[in-house]
């Protein structure tokens, strides 16, 4: 079996985020860019299945602009065999042309198993694995914390509200995605990032356009004003009185 996984570069989330000129996204400069924690779920799942003998190789596959190979270079360093670069500028378009893009990709890979990651800490929508799998018309298993493969089969444990817990079977080919709890990511070791290097990463272009919704408007939420420091038995009765009146809080 062939698994891809679905693997995003997003900004690291000590990044200080600024917005861009118009408010539609955010300012690039300065941004410390991660694979998305989520999709290292993914690939540690894929490669402890290849592992257990239960798949021959493990692709990567991420959509967006030429620095995301970092993000597939750090997956390679992990283990996967190989990459594919679905070239964007920086502008990827909606959600469901993303999907799109990536399911035409996945195609062309003949994939028994796609991993994801359940939600991209940036725009999180948790929505890009479904919608692939729906433009692959096949079935998925999203926000996992336990899976078994077994030839043509999948089975997912999905964790509900109030510790109940789902178990879904499905046949493969499928797209499961992966939430915290699946597995413990393995760290890059020497050897893997200087094996990195030389692993392929073949690029495919998207057919252009296909986007149906338009990101008009982002915003920040406002600045906290600054804390204030009392000092002393004295001031008590101011403090009560300012959570009086301006906190409203007693
Ligand atoms: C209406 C709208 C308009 C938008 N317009 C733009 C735009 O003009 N320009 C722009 O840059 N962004 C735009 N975005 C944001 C962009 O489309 C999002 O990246 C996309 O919607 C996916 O959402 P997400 O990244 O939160 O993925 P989620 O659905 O939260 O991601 C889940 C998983 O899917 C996989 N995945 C997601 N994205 C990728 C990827 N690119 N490559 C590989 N795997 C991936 C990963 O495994 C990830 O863990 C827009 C979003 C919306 C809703």
Known sequence: MHIVVLCKQVPDTESR????ADGTGFDMEGIKWILNPYDEYAVEEALKIKEAG?????????LGPDRIVEALRTALAMGADAAV?????????????VAKALAD???AQDAG??????????????AVPCMVAEYLGVGQAHVVSKLEVDGGKAKAWRDIDGGAKQVIEMAL????TATKGL?????ASLPGIMKAKRKPVEVVEPAAGGAKAKLVKCSLPAERA???????????????RLLREEAKVI
């Open 183 to 187: 597995n413990e990511p393995r760290y």
């Open 105 to 107: 990709a996945v195609k």
């Open 113 to 126: 198993l796609v991993l994801a990651g359940c939600r991209a800490i940036d725009d999180d929508m948790f």
């Open 17 to 20: 985020i600024k917005l861009n």
């Open 85 to 97: 670069h679905v070239k964007t500028g920086e502008d990827t378009g909606d959600t469901s042309s």
């Open 173 to 176: 080919p499928g797209v499961v």
């Open 226 to 240: 600054a804390g204030r420091v009392f000092e002393g038995v004295e001031s008590v009765p101011e403090v009560v």
């Open 54 to 62: 239960k798949a021959e190789k493990v692709t990567v596959m991420g």
